[in-house]
C-alpha cells in the first residue's frame, strides 16, 4: 500500500529525517513508536504533502507520490488525522465532515455521514455546535470523522490518544481495530506504545529521525530495549 | 443638527466603500496571511473601466458587468502570477509583492486609459431627498443599498456553500486544510478573485459621487487598512464596521475641524489603535499556528 524508501526531510537546514525506509502493507495496523521529538509528526506530513521532502521516494500501491500536492494524495486515498485534532474550530462539527468529503467525486456523502454519526453518537447530538467547544475526546472523534469521510484507503493518525482520559482512549483504538476489519490500513503514531503495539500487526521504532527497530506488534512489545525506552518497564 | 445629519450621511456613503475595500483585505488576510494593499485598485478599476466601456458605447448594466469580470481576472491574475509564485516567503516580502503590484496597476492604467478624472452618470438621477434639512444623493442611497447587498452576497457565500466554508476552513487551519482535502491554493486564488470583485463592485458605486482616477486606489488602500485595523484585523465584520466608523469620523472632523484633516484621520486611528488597542474593536482572529 505504501512504500517509503531512504527519505530525508528537513526544517530549514536543520535534517530531522534521515533516510527513513518504512512499508504499509494492505490492511495492516502500524504503528510507529518513538520519544518526542524522534520525527514521527513530521513523517506523517511527508507522506500527507504539507512537509517537503528532501530525497527519497514515497509509494502508494506503486505510483511515485512525491509531487503530488496534499488534497490530491487525500483524492487518492491518503487522510491524515493530525497531532492535536486540529478541528476547524469556528465552523460546526456537521460543516468539519463536509469538508472531510470535499475530494470525494461522488458528491453523494449523506450516507457516510449518518454512518460517522453512528459511530460516534457524540457528535450526532453536536453537529450543529462549532467545533472548537466540543470536549477534547469529541474533537478526537471528529477528526477521525472528518478524515474518514474522504474514504481513504490508508489512515494516518498522529497520536489519537494524547490527553484523553483512559475511557476514550480505549473507544478510539476500538474504532481504530474497527475500521481495520472494514479493510482500512492504518499507520498509527503513539507514545501510548503498549496498546498500540497490542493492536499493531506490525511495528517500527524511530529515534532522531532513523528507524532503529522494526518486527510484528508482538515481538516489539516482548523486546528488553523497547520495553524499557517506551514501555517504562 | 441638520448639520449633524448630513455628515453622517456622507459619512456612511464614504464609509460603505471602505468597509468594502476593508472586508476584501480581510478575506485575503484571512486566507493567506498576505496584507493586499493592491485592494485600492481593484476600486479604481472598477471605476475606470466602467467608464471607458461607456465611452466605448456599452450601456452602464453591461459597462459594469465587464469591469467586474474584468478586475476579477486582475485579481487572479495577482494571486497566480505574484503571490503563488512566493509561497512560503516572508509576509514583508509578500507585502512589498502587493505594493509592487499596485504600483504596476496604477501605472497601466495612467498609460493604457489615462490620467484624467472620470465620472460616471448616478443610476438614479440626481435630484437630491431632503430629510431633516439635510441632503441625500439618490446615488448615495445606491451605494449603501449596493453595499449591503454585497456583504449579503458574502455572506451567503460564507455561510451556505461548502466552498464558502471551505474558505473558512483554510482560514482557521491551513494546514488541516490541506490534510482535508481542501485545496487551499485554489481556494487562496478564490479570496482575491472575490476580493476583486467586492472592490470593483465599491468603485463602480462610488465614482458618480467621488469620480475616479488612476491613483484614486492608493488612499481607498489605506483607509481601508484603516478599517480592518479598527475593526480587529481579520474579523469581517470588524472590517465592515470598522469600515463605517472610518468614513464618518473623517466627514465629522472635515467638517467640524477643516477638511484638511480629513485623509490624516485614517493614519490617526491606524497609531491610535495600534498604540492603545492592537485587538481593535472587535479582537482580531487569533492566528492557529502549528
Ligand atoms: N516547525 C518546525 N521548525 C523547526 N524544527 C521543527 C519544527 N517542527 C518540528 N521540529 C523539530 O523536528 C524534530 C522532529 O519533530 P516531530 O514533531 O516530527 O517529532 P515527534 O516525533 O512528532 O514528537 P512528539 O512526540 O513530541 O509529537 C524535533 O527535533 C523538532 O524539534
Ligand atoms: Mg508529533
Redesign the pocket.
Known amino acids: 500500500m505504501l512504500a517509503i524508501d531512504n527519505l530525508a526531510s528537513r526544517?530549514?537546514r536543520?535534517e530531522?529525517l534521515h533516510g527513513i525506509s518504512l512499508n504499509v502493507r494492505k490492511g495492516e495496523i502500524v504503528t510507529l513508536v518513538?520519544?518526542?521529538?524522534?520525527?514521527?509528526?513530521?513523517?506523517l506530513?511527508a507522506i500527507s504533502g504539507v512537509q517537503p521532502v528532501a530525497s527519497g521516494t514515497m509509494r502508494l500501491e506503486d505510483k511515485l507520490i512525491d509531487r503530488w500536492r496534499p488534497h490530491h494524495r487525500v483524492a487518492k486515498g491518503i487522510a491524515q488525522v493530525p497531532?492535536g485534532r486540529q478541528v476547524f474550530a469556528p465552523l460546526s462539527v456537521d460543516e468539519n465532515l463536509r469538508l472531510g468529503g470535499i475530494v470525494r467525486r461522488d458528491g453523494n456523502i449523506g450516507a457516510d455521514l449518518d454512518e460517522i454519526y453512528t459511530m460516534f453518537p457524540a457528535l450526532a447530538e453536536r453537529r450543529r455546535n462549532a467545533a472548537g467547544t466540543l470536549s477534547g475526546g469529541q474533537q478526537q472523534m471528529l477528526a477521525i470523522g472528518r478524515a474518514l469521510m474522504a474514504r481513504p484507503k490508508l489512515l494516518l493518525l498522529?497520536?489519537p490518544s494524547m490527553g484523553l482520559a483512559p475511557v476514550l482512549v480505549e473507544q478510539i483504538f476500538a474504532t481504530i481495530e474497527m475500521l481495520k476489519t472494514r479493510g482500512l490500513t492504518v499507520l498509527l503514531?503513539e507514545?501510548n506504545a503498549n496498546v498500540a503495539l497490542a493492536i499493531a500487526d506490525r511495528g517500527y521504532v524511530?529515534e532522531t529521525?532513523r528507524i532503529v527497530m522494526t518486527g510484528t506488534g508482538k515481538e516489539l512489545l516482548n523486546n528488553e530495549r523497547v520495553r524499557s525506552a517506551y514501555l517504562g518497564m | 443638527m441638520a448639520e449633524l445629519l448630513q455628515f453622517t450621511f456622507s459619512g456612511l456613503t464614504v464609509g460603505a466603500i471602505y468597509a468594502l475595500v476593508a472586508l476584501g483585505f480581510t478575506l485575503i488576510y484571512n486566507a493567506s496571511d498576505v496584507a493586499n494593499f493592491a485592494q485600492g485598485e481593484f476600486v479604481m478599476l472598477g471605476g475606470m473601466v466602467t467608464v471607458f466601456a461607456m465611452a466605448a458605447g456599452l450601456p452602464i448594466g453591461f459597462a459594469a458587468l465587464v469591469a467586474i469580470v474584468f478586475v476579477a481576472l486582475v485579481g487572479l491574475l495577482l494571486h497566480r502570477l505574484a503571490i503563488e509564485p512566493a509561497r512560503g516567503a516572508s509576509s514583508v516580502t509578500l507585502i512589498i509583492i502587493t505594493i509592487g503590484a499596485s504600483i504596476f496597476l496604477r501605472g497601466m492604467t495612467a498609460i493604457l486609459l489615462d490620467k484624467n478624472f472620470h465620472n460616471l452618470p448616478p443610476f438614479f438621477g440626481s435630484e437630491p431627498f431632503v430629510i431633516g434639512g439635510a441632503t441625500l444623493l439618490p446615488q448615495s442611497l445606491v451605494v449603501l443599498v449596493g453595499v449591503a447587498l454585497v456583504l449579503l452576497a458574502v455572506w451567503l457565500f460564507m455561510s451556505r456553500t461548502l466552498l464558502g466554508k471551505s474558505l473558512l476552513a483554510t482560514a482557521a487551519n491551513r494546514t488541516a486544510a490541506q490534510l482535508t482535502g481542501i485545496n487551499t491554493s485554489a481556494v487562496i486564488g478564490m479570496a482575491f478573485v472575490i476580493s476583486a470583485m467586492i472592490g470593483a463592485v465599491g468603485g463602480i458605486l462610488v465614482t458618480p459621487i467621488t469620480l475616479t482616477y488612476y491613483d484614486a486606489g492608493t488612499m481607498l488602500a489605506l483607509k481601508g487598512f484603516a478599517g480592518a485595523v479598527l475593526g480587529g484585523m481579520g474579523n469581517p465584520i470588524g472590517a465592515v464596521v470598522g469600515g463605517l466608523v472610518l468614513g464618518l469620523l473623517e466627514q465629522f472632523s472635515a467638517g467640524y475641524l477643516s477638511s484638511q484633516y480629513k485623509d490624516a484621520v485614517a493614519f490617526i486611528v491606524i497609531l491610535l489603535v495600534l498604540f492603545t488597542m492592537p485587538q481593535g474593536l472587535f479582537g482580531a482572529k487569533t492566528v492557529e499556528r502549528v
Open positions: 526544517y530549514g536543520i530531522v518513538g520519544s518526542n521529538g524522534a520525527g514521527k509528526s513530521t513523517l506530513r497531532e498522529d497520536e503514531v507514545q524511530i529521525g
